[in-house]
């Protein structure tokens, strides 16, 4: 059974950089899925933030597109998003997630979720 | 973008009803849609892909339907264990955007 794991810290400053890590059990990094980013303000609906491919190939949301940066780190099995120059907007439940690929994509496994903070 | 319009936004129903949440997609999106569950404080589940393919586990009174630009999500007859809350995602481009979501409260 896939399982995913998020961790970072909880509390990033304003003009700050959010990173967080998501590690995968039960199955490779390597293989053919999307390892996507989602996350959700307290109280609103969700939003996909990104994904990434384990050959490197990214898709961004172009809201964020220039803040954003994901890789992956296959000696781990995990991968990582960063956010730079931080607001109290990007204050959230952010969830990595895996994603199938090509035809009629779908999220099946997600972690269970990371609250992240942007407060001085 | 492609724009996910998801009505009602919330919706009061009792056990035993038969409830139906539809999606708009802003242009074309062919099959390409999910829809997911959320229950308070817990990750999305996804019940529903290609638009009417029922996920592995999920009970068969969630049913989807539609393509192009129209989705509908059924739940046949309520139970205690639906009320949550439910997003549409289209898959058909990136960004892969979700519907705003719909509320199903108990009457």
């Known amino acids: 059974q896939v399982q995913l794991q998020e961790s970072g810290p909880g509390l990033v400053k304003p003009s700050g950089t959010l990173s967080l890590t998501c590690a995968v059990s039960?199955?490779?990094?390597?293989?053919?899925?999307?390892w996507t980013w989602v996350r959700q303000p307290p109280g609103k609906g969700l939003e996909w933030i990104g994904e990434?491919?384990?050959?490197?190939?990214?898709n961004y949301s172009p809201s964020h597109k220039s803040r954003i940066t994901m890789s992956i780190d296959k000696s781990k099995n995990q991968f990582s998003l960063k956010l730079n120059s931080v607001t109290a907007a990007d204050t959230a439940v952010y969830y990595c997630?895996?994603?199938?690929?090509?035809?009629?994509?779908?999220?099946?496994?997600w972690g269970q979720g990371t609250l992240v903070t942007v407060s001085s | 973008d492609i724009q996910m319009t998801q009505s009602p936004s919330s919706l009061s129903a009792s056990v035993g009803d038969r409830v139906t949440i539809t999606c708009r997609a802003s242009?074309?999106?062919?099959?390409?849609l999910n829809w997911y569950q959320q229950r308070q404080g817990k990750a999305p589940q996804l019940l529903i892909y290609?638009?009417?393919s029922l996920q592995t586990g999920v009970p068969s009174r969630f049913s989807g339907s539609g393509s192009g630009t129209d989705f509908t999500l059924t739940i046949s007859s309520l139970q205690p264990e639906d009320f949550a809350t439910y997003y549409c995602?289209?898959?058909?481009?990136?960004?892969?955007?979700f519907g705003q979501g719909t509320r199903l409260e108990i009457k």
């Open positions: 997630a895996r994603a199938s690929v090509g035809i009629y994509s779908s999220i099946r496994y």
């Open positions: 039960g199955g490779s990094i390597n293989s053919s899925h999307w």
């Open positions: 995602q289209q898959t058909d481009s990136t960004p892969r955007t």
């Open positions: 242009q074309g999106i062919n099959r390409n």
């Open positions: 990434i491919y384990h050959g490197g190939s990214t």
């Open positions: 290609a638009a009417s």
